[in-house]
């Protein structure tokens, strides 16, 4: 346990002396306050269309939530999507050129610890980069009135989205010491998981019902709507475990070639 | 206290080492000798257990280091050919990460630190960013992180390789008062270095073991040189020429 913490300490340090963190947190960010923006000016636009046409009654159906937060969810999903693989990609791939991975895989440490220090450092900075989108939420709170369960429940289902990123990202980086295949591939992964489900929209048997439970989107969008539901919790935290255990397992296949 | 056995490793159809058997005792340091690329390094990566044989053992201390290998790597400090530096730490910081990754502990830390940082000439450099040093200092940072949690055994692959004169005197200087309690084995292709500061000398020459002695068993007036020729010319024939190069290169390292 001891060992893991160095190494996330270690790590989680990394991140703030590095540009690329830097990079992917401002451009994460500034993505995050465009759509907001261009969001919130559609739903102002609505509200002063409807008043104007004298439909009181509709003003009723105009939600922040499905209306603003709901869609800056999907949007910024997406932008994880291009920016996790630049986070992560360094975290195996810079150790094995530089040669530091020889000092990481002689000292006393199992690879699960590891494993474990480098996607805790991971983790947690990408939590910090989500924790800062909530600015978004507090606005709406001071200015109108949403419902804040649901945004909670959003930005919940945003933050496993993004932790089962890392575990990609990583499983990803520990193939190989370039940093571009290592981007790529993880890129290629996530993906992969948007649109796992394709084959089976149009329906058939248990194998294709495999294909649609591991559609990432599908999970996603229940909890956006905020509908916590154990199993879209059980989802994210199965890919996640799945992809540390296998990076684990690569790390570990130095041992034994 | 390091015991090497039979030890062999192939990478696909290509054999780096083969049936290599040597020891070294507590308190020696050995001198492992051959031209680039006899497989100097790959043996020292099996020993400090950052890849595996692909047969034979190694045992460190008692400890095999593949079946017990925590422990037996606990022992072990360890510089790698290229100094294992994260361009982006401060010397201090890299050395209390180390310190730490080598379960010194809590409490020792710093003082650790401190020790080592005074031992290799780094006190005043202790701010200075892993990624900025030239190569010498990058060289004493590496022997510094091995020697951070005072282990009995001490591998150092190339220790002087690149350094200027005078550093390559101070490294050759500190790995001498280094010696005494610990077994060191240090790996070069400078033959002067070796008569130098080793007692025990390991030769090997593609992948195969040649020579394994004590210097003081090698005759007076022959010259570590001639052994060194002579035990790889008796390998083959055709090796001679590469030896020959190998000489100019000692020659060079001579005048160093």
């Known amino acids: 346990m001891r060992n893991t913490l160095v190494i996330a300490g270690k790590e989680l340090q990394g991140y703030f002396v590095q540009p690329v963190a830097y990079v992917v947190l401002t451009v994460f960010l500034l993505l995050a306050g465009w759509f907001f923006f261009a969001l919130l000016r559609q739903f102002d636009e609505m509200v002063q269309l409807i008043q ?11 939600n922040l939530n499905t209306r603003v937060i709901d869609p800056l969810l999907h949007d910024l999903s997406i932008v994880l ?29 199992r690879t699960g610890e ?24 507090l606005i ?37 010491q370039n ?16 649109v796992i489900s394709w084959p089976a929209e149009a329906g058939g048997g248990r194998a294709w019902a495999l294909l649609k439970y591991l559609s990432l989107p599908d999970h996603f969008s229940t909890m956006v709507r905020g509908v916590i539901d154990t199993s879209d919790i059980v989802f994210f935290l199965s890919v996640t475990i799945v992809a540390l255990f296998m990076t684990q397992r690569s790390v570990e296949s130095a041992r034994w070639r | ?33 051959g031209p680039n690329g006899a497989g100097k390094t790959t043996t020292m990566r099996i020993i400090t257990g950052y890849m595996p044989a692909s047969s034979g053992t190694v045992v460190i201390d008692g400890l095999d280091i593949f079946t017990n290998s925590l422990e037996a790597r606990r022992r072990i400090g360890y510089l790698p050919e290229i100094p294992p530096l994260y361009s982006d730490m401060r010397i201090e910081a890299y050395l209390r990460f180390v310190a730490k990754l080598r379960n010194v502990k809590r409490a020792a830390v710093e003082s650790a630190v401190d020790h080592v940082m005074e031992v290799c000439g780094l006190s005043s450099m202790a701010g200075r960013i892993c990624g900025q040093l030239s190569k010498g ?44 309690k610990r077994t060191i084995v240090l790996s070069t292709h400078i033959l002067p270095e070796v008569s130098q500061i ?37 390998e083959t024939n055709e090796t001679t020429l590469s030896a020959e190069e190998t000489l100019e290169e000692v020659g060079a390292g001579h005048s160093n």
């Open chain 1, 81 to 109: 999507v291009i920016v996790m693989p630049a986070l992560t990609m360094r975290v195996f791939a810079e150790e094995k050129r530089t040669g530091t991975y020889e000092l990481l895989l002689t000292a006393p440490v």
């Open chain 1, 52 to 62: 104007m046409m004298g439909q009181t009654q509709q003003l009723q159906n105009m």
């Open chain 1, 114 to 137: 590891i494993v474990a220090g480098k996607f805790i450092a991971a983790a947690c900075f990408t939590l910090i980069m989500i924790a800062l989108a909530w600015i978004f939420p």
């Open chain 2, 1 to 33: 206290m390091i015991e090497v056995k039979d030890l062999s490793k192939s990478y696909g159809n290509f054999v780096a080492v083969q049936n290599i058997s040597f020891k070294a005792e507590s308190g020696q340091i050995l001198g492992f000798l």
């Open chain 1, 140 to 176: 709406l709170m001071v200015f109108g009135n949403p419902e804040v369960g649901v945004m909670f429940a959003g930005y919940l289902a945003l933050a496993l989205l993004a932790v089962t990123f890392v575990a990609v990202g990583l499983f990803s980086s520990s193939l190989t």
């Open chain 1, 179 to 194: 940093q571009i295949i290592a981007a790529i591939s993880s890129f290629g992964l996530l993906i992969l998981l948007f």
């Open chain 2, 198 to 234: 080793c007692d025990r000398v390991v030769i090997i020459n593609d992948g195969r073991l040649v020579l394994e002695e004590q210097l003081s068993e090698i005759p007076a007036g022959t010259s570590l040189e001639e052994v060194f020729l002579q035990a790889i010319a008796k």
């Open chain 2, 137 to 180: 200092y990058r060289q004493r940072v590496g022997v510094a992180q091995a020697l951070i949690h005072d282990p009995p055994v001490l591998v150092l692959d190339e220790p002087t390789i690149g350094l200027d004169p005078r550093q390559i005197h101070e490294i050759r200087e500190l790995i001498r008062s280094l010696a005494g």
